[in-house]
């Protein structure tokens, strides 16, 4: 009997030990909660210099932190760069809230150099094909995305390469996304083969990124891009008008170096 009554007691010890452990031990969210605020700023910088985005070439972000407001100044030399930063920061720690006030800023870098690598990105896109139409044009590092695009996430996947341009600080999207119709479908392979099928065409067919861009839409066919002159322009429209059974033709080509 005293055996059973030492051994009970020795249970009931060891229960109230581990309350005691359980009722000091540290939970993982009490840990994060209770951080200082100075432990907080270390943090963040520290992981954004391991990513280079702290300081660097046209890179200088300021990170401060008051009750766990974590607060971004300073400048990034693209949009990509900005957005990076926001999350890096937080991914820091738990609960935190993030104030981003880090603007674009790249030295010595005008509209016109803006818009030569927009023109660039546009093209390296890897959709990028003679059936849209992508333009972007540059104001004060703001572009404006104009055109047409066949696919929805297009027009998401063009702005997100424009996000990598140095000094682009606004993107203003304004593509269109051309509705899916199994007519229009056989009319840009139509336009396409008319136009590329003549012989002034041939030796475009086989460039990456073809001259003269077919745009159908609800059955109208509409030609934009660039040709070497304008008997060249007027033999595109002329293959789709009498090879194709569209409800309208626009000729938009333009005659390289002609304004």
């Known amino acids: ?44 910088e520290r992981n954004l210099s391991s990513r280079s985005l702290l300081k660097g070439r046209d890179t200088d972000v300021h990170v401060s932190v008051d009750d766990r407001i974590v607060t971004l100044t300073g400048s990034v030399p693209t949009i990509k760069a900005m957005h990076e930063v926001e999350k890096v920061a937080r991914n820091s720690g738990k609960d935190l809230r993030i104030e981003n006030h880090v603007s674009i800023f790249v030295a010595d ?17 890897p959709f990028y094909n003679i ?5 972007g044009s540059v104001n004060n590092g703001v572009v404006i ?6 696919l929805p996430w297009y027009k998401a996947g063009y702005q997100e390469m424009l996000e990598s341009v140095p000094g682009v600080n606004q993107i203003q999207n304004q593509l269109h ?5 199994y007519v229009d479908e056989r009319l840009r392979s139509a336009a396409s083969s008319a136009i590329y099928g003549d ?13 003269i ?3 159908v839409e609800n059955g109208k066919i509409t030609l934009e891009g660039v040709v070497a002159n304008a008997l060249q322009r007027q033999i595109a429209e002329g293959r789709v008008r009498t090879r194709v059974v569209a409800l309208d033709v626009v000729n938009n080509l333009k005659i390289e170096n002609v304004g």
């Open 1 to 44: 009997m005293k055996s059973v009554i030492h051994f009970v007691q020795m249970l009931i010890g060891a229960v109230a030990v581990v309350s005691v452990f359980a009722s000091t031990a540290p939970a993982s969210d009490g840990v994060s909660a209770h951080v200082s605020d100075g432990a907080i700023k270390a943090t963040v």
């Open 109 to 125: 870098r005008s509209d016109a150099q803006i818009a030569a690598d927009v023109s660039a990105a546009i093209r390296r896109y």
């Open 131 to 135: 059936f849209d139409w992508v333009e």
């Open 145 to 150: 995305l104009t055109g047409a695009v066949q």
């Open 177 to 181: 996304t051309l509705p899916l119709s």
């Open 199 to 211: 012989p002034t065409f041939h030796s475009f067919a086989s460039q990456p990124n073809p001259p």
């Open 213 to 215: 861009h077919v745009i």
